[in-house]
């Protein structure tokens, strides 16, 4: 079957940075993909690296496809291709084969519950507190995401104590630390961490190869990988605790979908800052999460995005503002 390919390159910058232990984040570039079938039925996807060097590649691969392709050719090509293009092309064959969308039983799910990503600067407390406030009815419905490993450690411990401090008693706290610490800084926290009974997890607190690192820390309290799975995905069917999915980065959204769809629990999905297209499979695969054995709040920070076209859940209206 031949396929019509298109693909549009698009640049935008966030409306704050992303501060981690890794750097700072500050724009996101990449490609919508809309691609046809004989039968005219329409797929979405979208291409979003995180680097410059997976940037180029996708960018050479992209520029020699034809605007006409053999879809088992294209199948077979994919598997060696980074990960962030197979994603746009298989969200694309998804929706083209009724996985979910217009030709499907399953209509695209877009509400889902979110964690509150917290800022890295000044702001930190005024806006735990703005959230507390406003969920100060449904004190269940808060879990906040703080990313550490940021500041000087003293620091951070009496940012912690001021944030458990006001946090409601049933609400939830999740630390990033991105791969910041080494062994004995990780400890460490887990000593402070242990006992806190608001903790969801722990979220890559070593270097994502640290594999017999974060092996004995989960021993001691929850330990959520997201660097690890991206870096060695075999740890997708091995890793026994919590797991961070980010779809944009993580390859082909149809495998992700069935281990949703077939119960997989211990998984929560985050957002890499995408354009509406690329957010609305977040949402989707959050919310068939949030139906499983094991439901949790989604890292989509909805604070953190830009507002536009670019970013409404209809493809056509995104693919147009470009």
Known sequence: ????????????????????????LQERKGWLLQIQDSDSRIGWGEVSPFDESELSDCRTILQELNASIDRSLLEIKMSTWPNC?????????????GLVGNYSHQPWLTKAKTAYLLPSNDSLIPFLDSIIIKNEN?????????????HPEEIERYLFKEISKRLPNNSRLRLDANGGWNF?????WVDLLKDEPKLEWLEQPLGSKDLDGLTQLSKRLPIAL????????????????????RPILEGDPR?????????????????????GIGMRWNYHLAAIQ????????????????????????????VWRAV
């Open 1 to 24: 079957m031949l396929l019509n390919f298109q693909k549009k390159f698009y640049t935008f910058k966030l409306p704050k940075s992303i501060i981690t232990s890794q750097g700072r």
């Open 85 to 97: 293009l197979n994603f746009g092309i298989g969200a694309a064959l998804a929706e083209i084969d």
């Open 138 to 150: 449904n004190p269940s419905d808060i879990t906040i995401k703080w990313k550490v490993a940021i």
């Open 184 to 188: 004995q800084q990780a400890t460490s």
């Open 226 to 245: 997201d660097e690890s799975l991206l870096d060695n995905p075999s740890l997708i069917n091995t890793w026994k605790d919590w797991q961070v999915r």
């Open 255 to 275: 495998k992700l979908l069935k281990e949703l769809t077939d119960g997989k629990t211990q998984i929560t999905i985050s957002t890499s800052f995408e354009t």
């Open 290 to 317: 949030q139906k499983s054995s094991t439901p949790t709040a989604a890292g989509l920070a909805p604070s953190w995005h830009q507002i536009g076209d670019l970013f409404n859940n209809n493809p056509e209206i």
